[in-house]
């Protein structure tokens, strides 16, 4: 393809950099409008017209020296970021630090948030992807005169047309109902400027997605050197997904049927497995791996959009924050408990059944878990995702460290995240790996199809579909027996369902938005964030913060500026 020309480190430089003729990453040149002279300068030009392109590629996500080390775009504790997931029941991102030094993460933890005061105020997502949109409207106005030839002129059209698609989807989670512009200039410039209704939102992102859906339209791969450009399976599996968040019960008012939503993630899987484009990923050399191998294998079947970042070990910040493991940082991201209860047994059944009032958890005799040797024949996933007491990492030139809750350290919660990273590098001494962001992968299209066909119906034969697609993931995490759909019920299927994701997708910014959509927030978050302990030789359970949430915090509020500056621009319920 005609694109190829453009060496794959171009895109990394500019991924990084997030620099485009010198000027900041906040517009398309600038924060204001492009004069005649720059506009006619980019768009006559070859190579900043693809540059331009790249840029957009580059406001997928917030990439800045205030959050590196961390793929939260968000929650700034003081100097350093803490992952999205510990705004929620999985995480606890304050854990070393006071209220007072982690503002962004306390207001989620405490329910803090105001029209006024939240913590998106330093890269708030409202204004952070409108200025995308509105870089993406500016391409779009005048890629067709640029002097790209033909092919590379349409396909540059359409991933721009996705990736605008894209930011809208990306400020839908967030704050529902939206202001919808397809225009160069900046909407929020017009007092009689208008928030729509979330069905228009919604039927507008979705026939965004559709439309590039078609055959044709967008390829079906790239070659090795554009790894990471939109592809038609993109646009389909982010059609499905806007499709699933608008059937939950946050966004029922949007009119998706769940038969719809599993229509649409079911259209993407016969298309991907017939054409051979996408599957689970399995190691070929280490087949037990597979999960933790997937987190640093760049290309691969299961991806289906991925943020790209050069090879690096910027996450090993995860560690426990002294030596031998990770000297003089701080511990931004601590699993929780109420996470870790949530991994099956290796044969497939729950250890725990559910809490007491005192959140004393209710153990499944059958299921054979211990509570003092707690970590005995877990889902593989457990040891793949976190460190635990006991477990090992190789650090310094393959010396290998263990967790030992009984020694006097900065333990945090107990836990530890090592999904993204590779035990076959040594970090100390300048190793790297591949650490991209993985924006939509297989798994979870099979995961929203399991969910939207269980919701669609209250039927032995959805049950059946929901459950194949679980016991595939299952099977590549190594669970030894499968799922029987005979014995669930739609409710119980639901929550079987809801588990799995949280596991499947832990820490890949997912659970902030499923909580919400789901309209289960205001029950996890109440409840104290829990970590382990070893005292008197014996684990016990400990209060990591206490938590108070509203429901209002199930959307975000719009910028105050904006909703004075036209009276068609209302504010989210309770603020």
């Not at 854990?95 to 005061?117: F, L, N």
């Not at 030596?323 to 099956?344: F, G, H, I, M, R």
């Not at 820490?507 to 070893?534: C, K, L």
């Not at 949430?549 to 959307?555: A, D, I, P, V």
Request: hydrophobic share 40%.
């Amino acid at each position: 393809m005609a694109f190829n020309k453009m060496n794959m480190k171009h895109i990394y430089i500019f991924l990084l950099a997030v620099l485009f003729l010198g000027c900041s990453k906040d517009g398309l040149l600038d924060n204001t409008d492009l004069d005649e002279q720059t506009d006619v300068k980019v768009f006559s030009d070859v190579e900043l017209t693809r540059k331009a392109l790249i840029t957009l590629y580059g406001d997928m996500r917030q990439v800045t020296a205030a959050n590196s080390g961390s793929f939260s775009t968000l929650f700034n504790m003081n100097t350093v970021v803490a992952m999205l997931d510990n705004a929620t029941d999985d995480g606890a991102g304050n854990t070393t630090r006071s209220a007072g030094t982690s503002p962004d993460i306390q207001k989620y933890i405490t329910g803090a948030i105001t029209a006024t005061s939240n913590p998106t105020a330093q890269a708030h997502p409202w204004r952070f992807y409108y200025l995308a949109i509105r870089n993406a409207n500016i391409f779009l106005a005048n890629v067709d005169r640029s002097p790209l030839v033909a092919e590379e002129k349409k396909n540059s059209r359409n991933e721009a047309r996705f990736l605008r698609a894209y930011y809208y989807h990306e400020l839908f989670r967030w704050f529902g109902p939206l202001v919808i512009s397809t225009e160069p200039a900046d909407p929020f410039a017009f007092a009689d400027t208008k928030r729509e209704s979330l069905k228009t939102t919604v039927d507008f992102i979705i026939s965004e997605f559709d439309a590039l859906s078609k055959e044709g339209v967008l390829p079906e791969s790239w070659t090795s050197s554009d790894y990471g450009r939109i592809t038609r399976s993109a646009a389909m599996a982010y059609k499905a997904r806007t499709m699933l968040y608008a059937a939950s019960p946050l966004f029922q008012d949007s009119g998706i049927t769940w038969q719809a939503a599993a229509e649409a993630a079911n259209a993407l899987i016969t298309y991907a497995e017939g054409a051979g484009l996408h599957s689970l990923y399995y190691s070929p050399t280490e087949p037990a791996k597979s999960y933790s191998r997937f987190f640093n294998e760049r290309s691969n079947p299961e991806n289906i959009l991925v943020y790209l970042r050069p090879n690096t070990n910027d996450l090993y910040n995860l560690f426990p924050p002294f030596n031998p493991w990770n000297v003089n940082k701080e511990l931004t991201t601590a699993p929780t408990q109420w996470l870790v209860d949530s991994y099956d047994m290796l044969n497939g059944t729950q250890p725990i059944t559910g809490y007491e009032a005192d959140y004393t958890p209710i153990i499944n005799p059958a299921s054979g878990y211990n509570d003092q040797d707690p970590y005995k024949n877990r889902d593989p996933r457990l040891a793949q995702s976190l460190l635990y007491h006991g477990a090992s990492w190789p650090i310094v030139n393959k010396a290998v460290a263990s967790v030992n809750l009984a020694t006097a350290n900065t333990w945090g919660s107990g836990y530890f995240l090592v999904k993204y990273l590779d035990d076959r590098i040594d970090h100390r001494s300048g190793g790297t790996t591949s650490m991209n962001f993985i924006m939509m992968r297989y798994a979870e299209v099979l995961l929203n199809y399991a969910e939207a066909v269980n919701e669609a119906a209250n039927d032995a034969a959805s049950r059946d579909k929901a459950v194949v697609q679980l016991n595939k993931i299952r099977a590549r995490a190594g669970i030894t027996v499968p799922l029987n759909a005979a014995d669930y019920t739609q409710s119980t299927l639901r929550e079987r369902i809801r588990k799995e994701r949280r596991v499947e997708l832990a820490f890949e910014e997912h659970r902030f938005y499923d909580i919400r959509r789901w309209r289960i927030a205001s029950q996890v978050m109440n409840r104290p964030a829990t970590g382990i302990a070893i005292v008197g030789g014996r684990f016990v359970r400990r209060t990591l913060d206490v938590r108070n949430y509203s429901e209002r915090m199930n959307l975000s509020p719009v910028p105050v500026t904006d909703v004075n500056n036209s009276s068609q621009i209302y504010q989210n319920p309770g603020y």
